[in-house]
C-alpha cells in the first residue's frame, strides 16, 4: 500500500496517520502500560512491531549538506515505523540514524 492509498484508508475510518513522533510515544505508552480504555482499564497493544513497516506523516530532514540531487530524493522520503527487523524488508533504505525510509510510491504488502 502506498503512502496515499494509506492516508486514504485512515481517513475512510475517520482516522489519520500518526507522525513518528506520535507513533514512538504510542511505543512508550504501551511499553509503560500506560493505555487505558475509556472505562479507565489497562489495555495492550502487544501487535505494534510486526513484518510491514507503517507509514508515517513525517517527511525525513537528514542534517546533511553534499549532493543536491540525493538531498531533495531523501527529503521526499517518509520515517516507517512498526517493524520488527529492517533486513526483512527489502526495497526500503536505513538512515544512518536508524530511521527506516521510504518513497511515498513504495508499495507495502
Not at 5 to 13: F, G, L, P, Y
Not at 20 to 41: F, M
Request: charged residues 25%.
Amino acid at each position: 500500500m502506498s503512502f496515499e492509498a494509506a492516508k486514504v484508508r485512515a481517513n475512510s475510518h475517520n482516522r489519520r496517520l500518526p507522525s513518528a513522533v506520535e507513533y514512538e510515544a504510542i511505543l512508550n505508552a504501551a511499553a509503560n502500560t500506560n493505555l487505558h480504555d475509556a472505562s479507565g482499564r489497562p489495555v495492550s497493544l502487544g501487535d505494534l512491531f510486526d513484518d510491514v513497516a507503517e507509514w508515517t506523516t513525517t517527511m525525513y530532514d537528514p542534517e546533511w549538506r553534499g549532493n543536491d540531487s540525493a538531498l531533495a530524493k531523501l527529503r521526499t522520503m517518509h520515517i516507517l515505523k512498526g517493524y520488527r527487523d529492517p533486513t526483512k524488508l527489502p526495497g526500503l533504505s536505513q538512515a544512518l540514524d536508524g530511521n527506516l525510509l521510504a518513497a511515498p510510491d513504495t508499495n507495502s504488502p
